[in-house]
């Protein structure tokens, strides 16, 4: 099914991140990177890799394990997941592989990304695709001491814990399926590439730090001077059952130069209707 899919890795200080590749026949090649949501990894694009593959589009695909999810490296014990070191750790990666001509197309926490550097860099990005989210998370000012305290004591929870084992493969799979409300042939993969065995026993790769609350969230002045940003051609994929918040009439009148499409599905919509978004992300990238 992906017999042209790559296991791949790069270097970024002393962390590998590990990433998916399709190769492309030409070096001047669109380069087309999937960022995952938080907790996902690059399997949750394997749909929409097949789908891209079997169109034979000269297209150089990556989909990246973030740093602390699926193969990628685990950060070191004293450092945690500020949101805003993804961005700058999508930069290095962008460079270490010599991407040119790229769009972005981020699933949740991914989208959120794939924003922030659309906005920051816009001559670096030729399209931005977002699935799930659009707006960067943001908060009123004055919850900005409570979230710092909360984001500590998480941080001292997490010290405290000690690494326990998943009791099977499929209890694991289950705890995912009632997470994602994804059912167990969709979810299987994102599972297999979080999981390894130690001694006999199941562990999840994914970093534990991962689920530490956040020390700090922008404002939503911050958050719309991010949007306002962008300039490269934009598109939001939202599905018909996800999160309420993101089909607020509030936050998409502020939306004024975004394309913003509906498919059926909840959350992880791209895995619900993979056929549909594959032709949206098609639209958007072959347009430009």
Same mark, same amino acid.
């Given at each position: 099914?992906?017999?042209?899919?790559?296991?791949?890795s790069?270097?970024?200080?002393?962390r $590998?991140?590990?990433?998916l590749?399709?190769?492309a026949?030409?070096?001047?090649?669109?380069?087309?990177?999937f960022?995952?949501?938080?907790m996902?990894n690059?399997?949750s694009?394997?749909?929409?890799?097949?789908? !891209?593959?079997? #169109?034979r589009?000269?297209?150089?695909v990556?989909a990246?394990?973030l740093?602390?999810?699926?193969?990628s490296?685990?950060?070191?014990?004293?450092?945690?997941?500020?949101?805003?070191?993804?961005?700058?750790?999508?930069?290095? @990666?962008?460079?270490?592989i010599?991407?040119?001509?790229v769009?972005? /197309?981020?699933?949740?926490?991914?989208?959120? @990304?794939?924003?922030?550097?659309?906005?920051?860099?816009?001559?670096?990005?030729?399209?931005?695709? #977002?699935?799930?989210?659009?707006?960067?998370l943001?908060?009123?000012a *004055?919850?900005? /001491?409570?979230?710092?305290?909360k984001?500590?004591?998480?941080?001292?929870?997490?010290?405290?814990?000690s690494?326990?084992? %998943?009791p099977?493969?499929? *209890?694991?799979?289950?705890?995912?399926m009632?997470?994602?409300?994804l *059912?167990?042939?969709? +979810?299987?993969? !994102? +599972?297999?590439?979080?999981?390894?065995?130690?001694?006999?026993?199941?562990?999840?790769?994914? *970093?534990?730090?991962?689920?530490?609350?956040?020390?700090?969230?922008?404002?939503?002045?911050?958050?719309?001077?991010?949007?306002?940003?962008i $300039? +490269?051609?934009?598109?939001?994929i939202?599905?018909?059952?996800?999160?309420?918040?993101?089909?607020?009439?509030?936050?998409?009148?502020?939306?004024?130069?975004?394309?913003?499409v509906? %498919?059926?599905?909840?959350?992880?919509?791209?895995?619900e209707s993979p056929q549909? %978004? %594959?032709?949206?992300?098609?639209?958007?990238?072959?347009?430009?």
């Amino acid at each position: 099914m992906h017999s042209e899919l790559q296991e791949k890795s790069v270097r970024i200080d002393d962390r $590998t991140i590990a990433y998916l590749e399709l190769e492309a026949s030409k070096t001047t090649a669109k380069t087309v990177v999937f960022i995952h949501g938080w907790m996902d990894n690059a399997a949750s694009f394997l749909p929409l890799l097949s789908r !891209i593959e079997q #169109q034979r589009l000269n297209w150089r695909v990556i989909a990246l394990d973030l740093s602390g999810h699926g193969h990628s490296s685990h950060k070191s014990e004293h450092h945690f997941y500020n949101f805003h070191d993804y961005i700058d750790d999508l930069h290095r @990666i962008l460079i270490k592989i010599q991407a040119v001509d790229v769009y972005l /197309v981020g699933h949740s926490l991914g989208a959120l @990304i794939a924003s922030c550097y659309s906005a920051a860099f816009p001559d670096k990005v030729s399209g931005l695709v #977002q699935i799930e989210a659009h707006f960067p998370l943001a908060e009123s000012a *004055d919850l900005g /001491v409570e979230r710092l305290r909360k984001g500590i004591e998480s941080r001292e929870r997490w010290r405290n814990k000690s690494l326990k084992p %998943v009791p099977s493969k499929q *209890d694991a799979i289950k705890m995912r399926m009632r997470a994602t409300k994804l *059912d167990a042939e969709t +979810v299987t993969p !994102i +599972v297999e590439r979080d999981l390894h065995q130690i001694g006999g026993q199941w562990y999840w790769r994914h *970093d534990g730090k991962l689920k530490c609350e956040s020390v700090y969230r922008m404002t939503e002045q911050h958050a719309q001077e991010v949007m306002a940003a962008i $300039t +490269v051609p934009h598109l939001i994929i939202l599905g018909h059952r996800g999160y309420p918040y993101l089909r607020q009439a509030h936050w998409l009148s502020l939306l004024n130069h975004a394309q913003i499409v509906q %498919v059926e599905g909840d959350h992880h919509c791209h895995l619900e209707s993979p056929q549909e %978004v %594959v032709e949206l992300i098609l639209g958007l990238v072959n347009k430009n």
